[in-house]
């Protein structure tokens, strides 16, 4: 298995361009979740889903969109982007099941927006 | 705003030496866990306690939780060099567990 991967690893954008971070899971994991971490900071929760189909927001969802059209791929858009998201972003995955709370996260995305 | 809370932000300690972390949290929890990130990486997985325990092992690790205070720690016993990283707590944003809400971490450096 792959685990997660998150594509592109490093990316430079303006101000006001859109993108779309990808991240997949090859585990068949239920749960899924984007996370954005600022120097210094822990993590923090942007949106997560329980399944295709389903996502809610997180502790910081403003600016940030996302949809869940297969268990595998969980897509992050930046709509317009703007330095505060400057970050680097990371995807977690983990399976429903109450006997196993481990999320399993991705390498990263580094974005700087200019 | 984050849920958890670690102390002390930065740690610096001697190879041989035990580490100790804390992360206070605001709400009652099913679980909490432990992860460690390696400068520039993802993030690991260490332990998970859950609210009925109060104690659990792992190898050189040693994680203990008191729901009463809202409290855990993370003992990390002879300190080598690699263990160098950061590390947070963690709890489940709702029931199910579908994501987590994490605290700023402490920062630990081990030289040797």
């Known amino acids: 298995n792959a685990g997660v991967t998150q594509t592109p690893k490093f990316q430079v954008l303006k101000t006001g361009q859109s993108m779309t971070l990808q991240c997949a899971q090859d585990?068949?994991?239920?749960?899924m979740s984007w996370y954005r971490q600022d120097p210094g900071m822990g993590l923090r929760l942007i949106h997560y889903?329980?399944?295709?189909?389903?996502?809610d927001q997180g502790e910081v969802p403003n600016g940030y969109n996302v949809s869940r059209s297969t268990t595998e791929d969980f897509p992050l858009r930046l709509l317009s982007a703007a330095p505060s998201q400057t970050s680097v972003y990371f995807c977690?995955?983990?399976?429903?099941?109450?006997?196993?709370?481990?999320?399993?996260f991705g390498p990263g995305t580094r974005l700087t927006v200019l | 705003s984050q849920q958890g809370e670690e102390d002390p932000q930065a740690l610096s300690i001697q190879e041989g030496e035990n580490a100790t972390m804390n992360c206070s949290y605001k709400?009652?929890?099913?679980?909490l866990q432990w992860y460690r990130q390696n400068s520039g990486r993802g993030l690991v997985h260490l332990i998970l306690?859950?609210?009925?325990?109060r104690e659990k092992h792992s190898g050189r690790l040693r994680v203990t939780l008191d729901t009463s205070k809202k409290s855990s720690s993370l003992l990390i016993t002879a300190s080598r060099a690699a263990d160098t990283a950061s590390y947070f707590c963690?709890?489940?944003?709702?029931?199910?567990?579908?994501?987590?809400?994490f605290g700023k971490g402490t920062t630990l450096s081990v030289s040797s």
């Open positions: 963690a709890t489940d944003v709702n029931q199910a567990g579908t994501a987590l809400i």
């Open positions: 585990m068949n994991h239920e749960y």
């Open positions: 889903s329980v399944g295709a189909g389903i996502t």
């Open positions: 709400t009652s929890i099913n679980n």
């Open positions: 977690a995955s983990r399976p429903d099941s109450y006997s196993y709370n481990e999320q399993f």
């Open positions: 306690i859950r609210s009925n325990e």
